[in-house]
């Protein structure tokens, strides 16, 4: 049997030690990162399992084909180096084999999320939708195009969505009803009496968000559709 001195039990101390606080230091940072409510990409583990798999390796970043994802920078504290969303900017368009997903070397980003329904980013809110333009019949004015469009213009599928945008110059807005990645048989969001009106298969993906000229729309991070709509329907 192994006789036991002074430096092991030392050792053994400080490792218990360092354990615990690694453990709690998880958990603290991934509270705090839930609080400021940052978008995350597809396939997101929960934020503590996410804060503890993300290596900061930026290589979904490279990936991304609309370039909707950023590395958060020195400002960002403990979620400095991990990927997010800015749906004001660029919102995610879920394209087609989520190549962030599959790229991710460490879990991160689940790899068994493979198809939309299986994506769980939140859930998209719209405030005062009696102030939405598609019910007073408000057309999408060309500088508002101009400005989506210059979101991004390198790939081939920002090409597709530029030109999807264009055909949407001058005509009655329902932008966020055609940009939407969810097939619209699915119900993730339609217009109903002029109005947006948000269906339980909304994934929480952040494009209506970008499109709406009038900041309408946010997206309420990793909350279901029942966490979000309960009160309504009660």
């Known amino acids: ?9 030392l050792l053994g101390g400080s ?25 995350r990409p597809p396939g997101a583990l929960e934020e503590k399992a996410f804060l503890a798999s993300c290596i900061k390796c ?11 994802l950023n590395l958060l920078d ?11 969303i800015d749906p004001r900017r660029r919102g995610c368009y879920l394209c087609d084999l989520f190549p962030c997903v599959l790229c991710c070397p460490s879990g991160a980003l689940d790899s068994r999320v493979q198809s939309i329904d299986q994506v769980r980013m939140g859930t998209a809110y719209v405030n005062k939708p009696d102030r939405c333009w598609a019910r007073d019949g408000r057309a999408v004015p060309e500088d508002w195009i101009e400005t989506l469009i210059g979101h991004g213009n390198a790939t081939e599928l920002e090409k597709g969505l530029n030109v999807r945008l264009r055909r949407q110059m001058g005509t009655s807005c329902r932008l966020c009803v055609e940009v939407c990645p969810v097939p619209e048989r699915d119900g993730a ?30 997206v309420r991070v990793r909350q279901s559709y029942e966490d979000v709509y309960a009160k309504d329907k009660s």
Request: aromatic content about 4%.
């Open 1 to 9: 049997m192994k006789k036991w001195d002074r430096r092991d039990v």
């Open 15 to 39: 490792a218990v030690a360092v354990a615990g606080a690694c453990g709690f230091s998880i958990s603290m940072l991934a509270r705090r990162s839930e609080a400021k409510g940052l978008l």
């Open 58 to 68: 930026g290589q979904c970043i490279q990936v991304c084909p609309y370039h909707a």
């Open 74 to 84: 020195l400002t960002s504290g403990i979620d400095m180096g991990t990927p997010m």
């Open 189 to 218: 969001i339609r217009l109903v009496d002029g109005k947006p009106e948000i269906g339980s298969k909304c994934v929480g993906c952040g494009a209506c968000v970008e499109v709406c000229p009038d900041n309408l729309i946010e």
